[in-house]
């Protein structure tokens, strides 16, 4: 009987899964669809490794685009400029690089009137510079603004002049190129190609601006010219607050919540090195569950289980078997394959047969009789 108290005690200590470190993880789960599923990821296992922090995604109020502040300087310029003022005006537009600066940010109106009314004030003054803000505008390929009409016929002249010229120029090829690689745009248009890719361009200087999800957009002025090197940046991770807006521009009502790169951004979103995205659809009085797994951003396991009964056993079922095919967390081998198990049975073993040999053993009777 000891033999097999032995056994029982080797197949009660034997764990059903542990971390490849031996350690607690942290797990950050979010759950859409189903609050009790939500409640049901709180209850971890105590034979799981795990420690779970329930995360929400980000919502559609994180995309909202934040309106740029209406820059006073070009109200005062306009101003001055109807005035008569030239020199102030141009005092207040004299810098290029809220232009550059605009353009990098895709506001092509905002720089556009800056940049004409800078014009408006150097033909004022009757500064040669004034042909060579036009012939900016030209290559930028702006619009003339709604308010053309309060400057001078001699304003609408120059640019003219510029945009003709531009227009007949012969174009030039620029190499672009990136890490990672991004979508490019060009002076604050929508992106037109993606890295490493080749775009005709007017001669001349361009605000050239990347961008890729879960990083942070970057621009710069890239001259077009014959023979150019290939310009290339490298760009800066994303913050989470970024990362966030971006997942929720890209995937809020848009479904593809699990797909690898909804995965990417959101595990940056919500600071998570692991993360586990359930999805809940409740069919009668079961619930389909969907899950995926990323590790570092990167899709590691995808499941999916029909819950009949418990959501709390459905739901642990579901991420245990995601942790082990992510490979989170080892599977604990079969107790027939440990050898703490053999030992324990040859042990039980020998205990029988020594107390059976005990019990068994006759070793003869000895009778003295004495008087």
């Given at each position: 009987?000891?033999g097999?108290?032995?056994v029982?005690?080797?197949?009660?200590?034997?764990?059903?899964?542990?971390?490849?470190?031996?350690?607690?993880?942290?797990?950050?789960?979010?759950?859409?669809?189903?609050?009790?599923?939500?409640?049901?990821?709180?209850?971890?296992?105590?034979?799981?490794p795990?420690?779970?922090t329930?995360?929400?995604p980000?919502?559609?109020?994180?995309?909202?685009?934040r309106?740029?502040?209406h820059?006073?300087?070009?109200?005062a310029a306009?101003?001055?400029?109807v005035?008569?003022?030239?020199d102030?005006?141009l005092?207040?537009?004299?810098d290029?690089?809220?232009?550059?600066a605009?353009?990098?940010?895709?506001?092509?109106?905002?720089?556009?009137?800056?940049?004409?009314w800078r014009?408006?004030c150097?033909?004022?003054l009757?500064?040669?510079?004034a042909?060579?803000?036009?012939?900016r505008?030209?290559?930028?390929?702006?619009?003339?603004?709604?308010?053309?009409?309060a400057?001078?016929?001699e304003?609408?002249?120059?640019?003219g002049v510029?945009?003709?010229?531009?227009a007949?120029?012969?174009?030039?090829?620029?190499?672009?190129t990136s890490t990672?690689?991004?979508?490019?745009?060009?002076?604050?248009?929508?992106?037109?190609?993606?890295?490493?890719?080749?775009?005709?361009?007017?001669a001349g200087?361009?605000?050239?601006t990347?961008?890729a999800?879960?990083?942070?957009?970057?621009?710069?002025l890239?001259r077009?010219?014959a023979d150019a090197?290939?310009t290339?940046?490298?760009l800066?991770?994303a913050?989470?607050?970024?990362a966030?807006?971006?997942?929720?521009a890209?995937?809020?009502?848009?479904?593809?919540?699990?797909s690898?790169?909804?995965?990417?951004?959101?595990?940056?979103?919500?600071?998570?090195?692991r993360?586990a995205?359930?999805?809940?659809?409740?069919?009668?009085?079961?619930a389909?569950?969907?899950a995926?797994?990323?590790?570092?951003?990167?899709?590691?396991?995808?499941?999916?289980?029909?819950?009949?009964?418990?959501?709390?056993?459905?739901?642990?079922?579901?991420?245990?078997?995601?942790?082990v095919?992510?490979g989170?967390?080892?599977r604990?081998?079969p107790?027939?394959e440990s050898p703490?198990?053999?030992i324990?049975?040859?042990?039980?073993?020998?205990?029988?047969?020594?107390?059976?040999?005990?019990?068994?053993t006759?070793?003869?009777?000895?009778?003295?009789?004495?008087?």
């Open positions: 009987m000891r097999v108290a032995v029982v005690a080797l197949v009660a200590f034997a764990p059903p899964a542990r971390a490849q470190d031996d350690e607690r993880l942290a797990l950050t789960v979010i759950v859409e669809g189903d609050a009790a599923v939500a409640r049901a990821a709180r209850q971890v296992p105590e034979a799981l795990v420690d779970v329930l995360a929400a980000p919502t559609g109020e994180d995309a909202a685009p309106a740029p502040a820059d006073p300087r070009i109200a306009r101003e001055a400029y005035n008569a003022e030239f102030r005006c005092e207040l537009l004299r290029d690089a809220p232009v550059h605009e353009l990098g940010q895709g506001r092509r109106r905002a720089a556009a009137r800056w940049l004409f014009i408006a150097r033909v004022g009757a500064d040669p510079s042909a060579e803000d036009a012939a505008f030209a290559t930028f390929g702006m619009d003339l603004p709604a308010d053309v009409a400057a001078s016929p304003v609408e002249r120059a640019l510029a945009l003709d010229a531009a007949a120029a012969p174009r030039v090829s620029v190499a672009l990672p690689p991004a979508r490019v745009a060009v002076d604050g248009r929508a992106p037109g190609c993606q890295t490493p890719c080749t775009l005709d361009l007017a200087d361009h605000v050239v990347w961008s999800p879960g990083f942070e957009p970057s621009w710069r890239v077009a010219a090197p290939v290339t940046v490298a800066a991770e913050t989470p607050e970024l966030a807006r971006q997942w929720a890209r995937f809020v009502g848009r479904g593809e919540h699990d690898t790169a909804s995965m990417e951004l959101l595990s940056r979103a919500v600071r998570a090195r993360l995205l359930v999805r809940v659809e409740r069919e009668g009085p079961r389909r569950l969907r995926v797994l990323s590790l570092d951003g990167a899709v590691a396991a995808r499941g999916e289980r029909l819950v009949d009964g418990s959501l709390e056993a459905g739901t642990w079922e579901l991420l245990r078997d995601l942790l095919e992510g989170v967390v080892e604990a081998a107790v027939v703490w198990f053999w324990g049975i040859a042990a039980g073993v020998v205990l029988a047969g020594t107390v059976t040999a005990v019990l068994l006759d070793y003869g009777t000895r009778t003295t009789v004495g008087f």
